[in-house]
Each structure stands twice: as C-alpha cells, then as structure tokens.
C-alpha cells in the first residue's frame, strides 16, 4: 500500500478517537516509517490496539508532555497518559535541544503509552549527527522455564549513531526472543505453530501454540543474561524516576502508563567531530570488511528497506489487512486500495 496514503488514512482514524491534528498525524507518521523500514510488528499493525486504547480512556487523547530540567543535564518529562508517539518524541526533542550545548542530556519519561519500534526515534537523532539511547519498561512479558508467570518486562532498547557517509548505526531489540508482537503477527496470521525457545504457555512450559504463547510468557534471549539486560532497564526507566512496580497498566507488552529512558550525547561536545567520526568510520569498515561481502551494520537494511518500500509500497499480510479495514469500517474511514 501506498505509505502517504495509509500515513493519511491512519491519522484520520486516530483523529476520530479525539486526537489533535498534528498528534494523529506525527503519530500516524512514525507508525509509518517504523512499517516502512520492515519492522512490522511495531509499525501500523499497533494501530488498532491504539485505537482500542484510546476509545478505552486507557490512552488520554488530549494529554500535553511536560518537561522540566531538575538538574543540570538532567530532564524529566509526565507524558499526561497520551500517546506514546507524541510523548518520546517531545523528550527526545527536548533532551537533543540542550544537547547542543552541553555533551549529554538524560531524560526520565513517565506516564507515557506504548513506544512502538524504539528504533525511529533514536534514529531521528543520528540523523541530525547525535548518539542517542532510549528503553521502554513494559509490564511483566517474560519469564524462564517453570516460573510462576511473568516475572519481567522484556524491556526493549535501542541506541544509533551517525556514520559519516553511511546509513546511521541503529540497534532495537527487546530482551525476549522475539518482541512479542511476533507471536501476535502469529496468531493473527493464522499460523499454528511458533519455535519452541520463543515463549511459555500457561503452564510455564515451552510452547509452539502462538494462542497459548499469548496467555503466558516470553522467554528472555541468552536465559539469564536477558533477564539481566530486563533489569537494566528496570534500572533506567522505572527506578531512576521512582516508579513502582504497580505502575505499569496496560495489556502485557503494550502498556497504556508506561515509563521510559533517553540519553543523548553529542559528539562534536564530548570528543570532537572529527576524532568521533574517524572511530566510528575505522571500526565500521573493520567489521565490514571481516563480514565478507554480504556483512551489514545494524540499521543499514532498514534503510534499504525504507527506500525500497518508499517507492513499491508497504506490505500488508491478509489478517492485517482484514483488521485495518474492520478499523477503518468502524471510523467509517475505508482502508485506502
């Protein structure tokens, strides 16, 4: 499907829910772009459970991010409950404004909804020639064989560089084997069978059932070491601004009153331009060249991607198609195409 024209069509079916003009539209853009650089998971497939969400009250429609600097470098921002889309994008913004005069800038967000694909807004920031890092915490996800249910968010992370003549750097992953968002393309999908290390059922036992896999846990990448990566950002997004454990709402792996972490640094402050881009361009082309012919960075085939999609269109599989168009039917918005 053509991308402007589902970016349109997406931004007036969340119009409908209440959402101002420019919300809807820088909303409906990043769930867009993420779908254009093939994160489908994470990109317009979201929308209808934002949909949900906000006709729920779960997600307040008109809610205002609030940013304050508490202490020098130090930002916090109370994203009111809104989308999350409109939330992480005010702090990073904010967090790269006064990055411009000073090395680094850490931003706490709270009360903010589901991110989506971390990815485009660390991106965002490369572009315009800073390091960034943001982590989401989510409700319990996650959890290791014979548990009693989920004990962890699987916490997802994401970082990006600039790379001087290159597609930034861009890292996003979620701690769990896959984000769950896959076992949910699953089951919508129709697919009867998942790899068994993807998840738990119920039964804290390992399942190849995408339908049981949604009633019980994602298993953590590397055993243990995911679930300490987990408590990184348990670390970052929820202690460093004092959330409790409770605080987290929202379906599992799609929070509605979420937290979350940004730092930016910029190198042009921290090292110096150029010092900072010869490191960068020296040890990319080292990992480039051990690859072989085929080795790509993080980042570099989401890039392709979005040029490629830019001009065919971006895919869209039956069941996703089949949900667009009952949302679009409900707005009374049809689905373009």
Known sequence: MDATALQDWAGAVLATQGVGSADAALTARLLVRTSLRGIDTHGIARLPGYVDRLASGEVNAQARPRTEETAPGWLRCDGGGGLGQVEATHAVEEALARARQQPLVACHIRATGHLGALAVYVAA?????????????????????????????????????????????VFDMAHSVVARGHVAQAAREGQTTIPPDWALGPDSQPTTDPVRALQGAMQPIAGHKGLG???????????????????????????????????????????????????????????????????????????????????????????????????????GLPLPG
């Open 125 to 169: 920031a490369a572009e315009q020639g800073f390091f960034a890092l943001l982590c989401q915490r989510t409700p319990p996800v996650m959890a290791l064989p014979g548990a009693n249910g989920p004990v962890i968010g699987n916490n997802p992370l994401a970082f990006a560089l600039p790379a001087t003549g290159r597609a930034p750097l």
């Open 229 to 331: 990566l987990a408590m990184l950002v348990e670390c970052l997004a929820a202690s460093m601004g004092g959330i409790a454990p409770e605080a987290t709402s929202g379906t599992a792996g799609s929070a509605a009153n979420a937290s979350a972490f940004a730092l930016v640094i910029n190198p042009a402050l921290a090292t110096g331009r150029e010092a900072f881009d010869a490191s960068v361009a020296a040890w990319l082309q080292t990992y480039l060249q051990a690859g072989g012919p085929g080795a790509r960075y993080p980042g570099q085939r989401q890039a392709v991607c979005e040029q490629q999609r830019s001009l065919d269109g971006i895919p869209l599989p039956p069941g996703l198609r089949a949900a667009l168009h009952a949302l679009g039917d409900r707005a």
